[in-house]
């Protein structure tokens, strides 16, 4: 419920005067104080912080006389995201071929699946951007979001080298390493649909169980208004494959995917 304050006794100038003030705190990221958060989710502590206050740091924040954002760490990280996401491939998929290999990191170094990881270290309070880019809700486009995950692997690299990043690159990927396949069954499951006639898939977040430092995910896949498959994983993305998986495993040529479901559907209640 919301209360009016009667006119005429300066109220509402204060309550003007704090909303602005909120606002305007709301709009600054949180600072070196609080870095502590992102480097224990990391699992890396940062000798000099400078190096993480920059692969925070949007280019679009202006400081006189120098170049302070996090492009050039972007462009080192990329490469060490690359190589250390190859590396650990080829250890935990020791059959699988270069074309596999080349698609299973596709799949894990695109801007969508970072993008995923930095929303799950919280980092979108800490980047420091301008008004306007935080007014279009800069902190939680993918595009910066997954640019400025590469920028921290890129500061981590800058500090402590190669094998640290490697490190904290394996802990933050966790089983999405081991689960990701050549495939990519949210692509197979659009395609099947369309030529099937179906609408394409709809994929919703179910719920999030576990603790806060290792949640697991789990999603679901409607098609026509109905369930038809639902997925478990460490990230938002990897749930949302094992549900399309799922449905594709269902799914065969000749069915009538409406009465498929309609029926198994029925069937469970």
């Known amino acids: 419920m919301k209360f009016s304050i009667p006119a005429g006794n300066g109220a509402d100038d204060n309550s003007d005067e704090k909303k602005r003030s909120e606002k305007q705190s709301a709009a600054e990221p949180l600072g070196r104080d609080h870095y502590h958060k992102v480097e224990e989710a990391l699992g890396h502590k940062f000798k000099d912080v400078s190096w993480l206050e920059r692969a925070l740091t949007h280019r679009s924040v202006f400081t006189k006389g120098s170049k302070n954002d996090y492009e050039r760490l972007e462009f080192l990280g990329d ?140 999603s679901v896949v409607e098609v026509d208004g109905q369930i038809v498959g639902r997925g478990r994983g460490s990230t938002k993305k990897a749930s949302q494959q094992a549900a399309a998986a799922e449905a594709l495993a269902r799914l065969r040529p000749d069915d009538d995917i409406d009465k498929m479901f309609l029926t198994e559907v029925q069937s469970e209640e």
């Open 79 to 218: 490469a060490v995201l690359d190589l250390a996401v190859a590396h650990l491939l080829l250890e935990k998929h020791p059959e699988a071929r270069e074309g596999e290999l080349s698609k299973m990191r596709a799949a894990l170094v695109n801007t969508s699946s970072l993008a995923d990881i930095a929303r799950a270290l919280e980092i979108g309070p800490y980047i420091r951007l301008s008004r306007g880019e935080l007014a279009s809700g800069g902190s939680d486009r993918p595009s910066i979001l997954a640019d400025v995950f590469e920028a921290v692997m890129g500061a981590v690299y800058r500090e402590a080298g190669f094998e640290k990043a490697l490190a904290c690159i394996e802990k933050l990927f966790g089983d999405e390493i081991v689960n990701v396949t050549p495939r990519d069954p949210k692509t197979e499951l659009q395609e099947a649909l369309h030529a099937l006639g179906s609408e394409a898939p709809v994929y919703m977040l179910e719920c999030v169980e576990g603790p806060e430092h290792a949640p697991t995910f789990i």
